[in-house]
């Protein structure tokens, strides 16, 4: 396709969301469309050993893709993958008619993004979680909204077990900690990673950053740090997969997505929480507790109401191009 397009198209792309913001893409050029390739040299092999997360991240650029395309007048044809050797192929196609129907959608990729702070404990009203819970139609996913505390109180002790073990695992925070961008000249450098201003977290360089978060951040402090964020959220959405295959993991990044830029254009904020997915013996505990044994809960994402803080950083396209 022509670089203008493809420029564009790429440009949309990367404003998603991906575990640590690792960016775990590369998109190539091909004469009718694209590809996007997973980029396993950021991957994250503690948290996410099998690479569903990575292929969630995949899903969302593809997402924002497709959005994008529409506002060029494009179709997409999605060829997901078979295997980890083979990337998404989107064939794009021009519109028959020659009045173009961009996705609304468009015009909250620049401005969606994950809100990591205290939310408000205001609850979300049913017409706007109406909105939430049709944002996305794929098959295979689903998803379960719990709005109010009283109607998650049984899923925070998994999330606190979850965080639990992974902050009692030293990989795991080495491995977080890797991705910590602790000043605004260190995440305007790397362009990747959580800039801990994003986290209201002070500024500070790298070799104090890691200080304090070995060896003051611990499972206890993080437990409390996540008790008291559930306490001032209104609800949990959960991504929930009928198999577990790289199929699928796309198209929940893709819902989540979808999901996401939804929220922002009701004024909804979300962010991650995660943890009890990310453990394979607690996501399965999860799962009891819904009530969807023989399925598959993929992302937990919290939402409610909040402010805008800064924005995370995406690399240039030029870094992402194969």
Request: aromatic residues 10%.
């Amino acid at each position: 396709m022509n670089t203008k397009d493809f420029n564009f198209l790429v440009e949309f792309a990367t404003k998603a969301p991906s575990g640590h913001n690792t960016q775990p893409w590369k998109f190539e050029n091909i004469q009718d469309g694209v590809i996007i390739h997973p980029d396993f040299t950021r991957a994250l092999p503690v948290v996410d050993g099998d690479n569903h997360a990575l292929y969630i991240s995949l899903g969302c650029a593809l997402e924002n893709l497709v959005i994008a395309a529409s506002q060029k007048g494009y179709d997409c044809e999605i060829e997901y993958p078979t295997n980890s050797d083979n990337g998404i192929t989107v064939k794009l196609k021009t519109h028959v008619t020659d009045k173009l129907i961009g996705d609304e959608l468009f015009d909250f990729i620049p401005i969606r993004q994950v809100t990591r702070i205290k939310y408000s404990d205001i609850n979300v009203n049913e017409t706007e979680l109406d909105i939430l819970r049709t944002s996305f139609n794929f098959e295979g996913v689903s998803i379960i909204l719990l709005n109010g505390k009283v109607n998650f109180e049984n899923v925070i002790p998994l999330i606190i077990e979850g965080n639990n073990l992974q902050f009692q695992n030293k990989k795991f925070v080495n491995e977080l900690t890797s991705w910590f961008r602790y000043s605004k000249h260190e995440a305007e450098n790397k362009k990747d990673g959580l800039w801990t201003a994003a986290m209201e977290l002070p500024n500070m360089g790298r070799f104090i950053g890691n200080f304090v978060m070995k060896n003051f951040v611990t499972a206890k402090s993080e437990a409390k740090r996540l008790n008291d964020i559930l306490q001032n959220t209104a609800g949990i959405a959960i991504f929930v997969c009928e198999k577990n295959d790289i199929t699928s993991w796309i198209n929940v990044g893709r819902a989540f997505q979808r999901f996401g830029l939804t929220a922002t254009k009701v004024g909804i904020c979300h962010a991650h929480l995660n943890m009890p997915c990310e453990e394979i013996e607690v996501r399965h505990k999860l799962a009891k507790a819904l009530r969807i044994e023989n399925k598959h809960p993929l992302l937990l994402i919290r939402f409610g109401y909040a402010g805008k803080m800064p924005y995370s950083y995406r690399r240039s396209i030029k870094d992402v191009i194969v």
